[in-house]
């Protein structure tokens, strides 16, 4: 059955939380049936749950409601295509440099330098041209695929502002509507921490369950807080979406066992107290070793299978 514009347009506010240029998405929503997408992806061998869960939440919903686009997560491949965008941007390489230099012409040394997020390893006044140039090779990337819509990470947004303000600078048509998505917290006590050599910060797709219940252990989680509150986020943007329900067991003697169906009720109780903070994070556990089982089990056999090829061809 053909999904109205409206619909698919709901399927996008379900899943960006700010978009750019939605008055000019919702037009494009109406004038075709099936835009194309690209989602921007920074693989790394250590990929968390954002990337490898987030990501397939996302991506399905936008190929039900008609849009063109990781397996093991349950990702439906049947209408995604996965591109090297470095491949890609070869392709395209004569309409790609020269954008990245017209860029640059845009936008002064100062500008740009603004982009670099971690200007510590270079000291004061001692940023590589590297840096300088690569928020230029960012927008011409964003801008010379043949995307209707992109849809990005919050962490993204200068970059994605930035290429609204070149095409609203060089008066551009036909620009491609981006939509930016929640970022998981950090799960350590204090917000602001950022030492990426701690793996306590985030969960990753390989987490066995020791590593994983150890992790939310020490999580944050204020009893009766449910605003800046790690787990809760988990909760929302990753167990609702895909179990569509958490079941929490509660403590013997404190109340009956729950299944919410709604993340609004599972606030309710919590900032009221009926719910225990120690009761969250087990059924955060329970059901977060649920979807990574699946994963890892694939991942093993995915390998098994690897092994055994090698070992015949060797043979």
């Not at 350590?188 to 390989?206: A, C, S, V, Y």
């Not at 649920?290 to 060797?314: D, H």
Request: overall charge negative; some cysteine.
């Amino acid at each position: 059955m053909k999904t109205s514009s409206h619909d698919r347009f709901a399927v996008l506010r379900s899943i960006g939380e700010e978009f750019i240029y939605e008055d000019e998405l919702r037009l494009l929503l109406k004038r075709k049936s099936a835009p194309i997408c690209y989602v921007w992806f920074e693989p790394s061998p250590m990929m968390d749950v954002e990337q490898g869960i987030m990501k397939t939440i996302y991506v399905n919903k936008m190929v039900k409601a008609g849009f063109t686009m990781w397996k093991a997560a349950g990702m439906d491949l049947g209408r995604v295509q996965l591109v090297w965008l470095s491949d890609e941007l070869n392709h395209h390489s004569v309409d790609y440099w020269p954008l990245a230099v017209e860029v640059s012409r845009k936008y002064t040394m100062n500008i740009m330098a603004g982009f670099c997020w971690n200007k510590a390893p270079y000291g004061p006044q001692r940023l590589p041209a590297g840096e300088i140039f690569y928020p230029c090779m960012q927008v011409a990337a964003i801008l010379c695929q043949k995307a209707d819509i992109w849809l990005f990470s919050m962490d993204h947004r200068d970059i994605t502002m930035l290429a609204r303000d070149y095409c609203e600078a060089i008066n551009r048509e036909n620009e491609p509507a981006i939509m930016l998505h929640n970022m998981l917290p950090n799960l350590l006590e204090d917000p602001d921490f950022q030492d990426l050599r701690d793996p306590g910060r985030t969960i990753f797709m390989h987490d066995e369950e020791d590593d994983l219940n150890r992790k939310i252990w020490r999580a944050l989680c204020p009893p009766k807080v449910a605003t800046c509150n790690p787990c809760l986020d988990y909760i929302k943007y990753v167990l609702f979406p895909w179990f569509g329900k958490l079941e929490v067991v509660q403590k013997e003697g404190n109340a009956d066992n729950k299944t919410y169906t709604n993340m609004e009720e599972l606030v309710v109780d919590y900032e009221s107290g009926s719910l225990d903070s120690t009761d969250v994070k087990r059924a955060f556990q329970k059901a977060m070793n649920r979807i990574l089982q699946v994963t890892i089990t694939f991942s093993k056999n995915c390998t098994q299978s690897y092994v055994v090829t090698c070992a015949s061809i060797t043979c």
